[in-house]
């Protein structure tokens, strides 16, 4: 069974810095497109960062653009959200997905997806 693991989570005071790793099993996922989502407790699940299966390309929402970086090592078949200068507002449950063959934006277009890791952000 193919199964994305999410890690990397937790507390941390605003403006600190988190990353996020997402480890893929049962499978390589180093010919998909990458996509990291979050979802905050009574809000939709919203897109915030994907990157192609080559690496290249990041794609960032609004809201996270500057503070986040997405980047992959397919050697290690992993992807990771470096994120810095946290919010309150970025407090959410974060989920990895992939995708094949190209960077998508909505959660609709993803194949699989990690049961996700909390972020609290406290002010």
């Known amino acids: 069974q193919v199964q994305l693991v999410e890690s990397g989570g937790g507390l941390v005071q605003a403006g600190g810095s988190l990353r996020l790793s997402c480890a893929p099993s049962g499978r390589t996922f180093s010919s998909y497109a990458m996509g990291w989502f979050r979802q905050a407790p009574g809000k939709e699940r919203e897109f915030v960062s994907a990157v192609s299966w080559s690496g290249g390309v990041p794609y960032y929402a609004d809201s996270v653009k500057g503070r986040f970086t997405i980047s992959r090592d397919n050697a290690k078949n992993t992807v990771y959200l470096q994120m810095n200068s946290l919010k309150p507002e970025d407090t959410a449950v974060y989920y990895c997905?992939?995708?094949?063959?190209?960077?998508?934006?909505?959660?609709?277009?993803?194949?699989?997806w990690g049961q996700g890791t909390q972020v609290t952000v406290s002010s």
């Open positions: 997905a992939a995708v094949r063959p190209v960077i998508a934006w909505k959660i609709y277009e993803y194949d699989y």
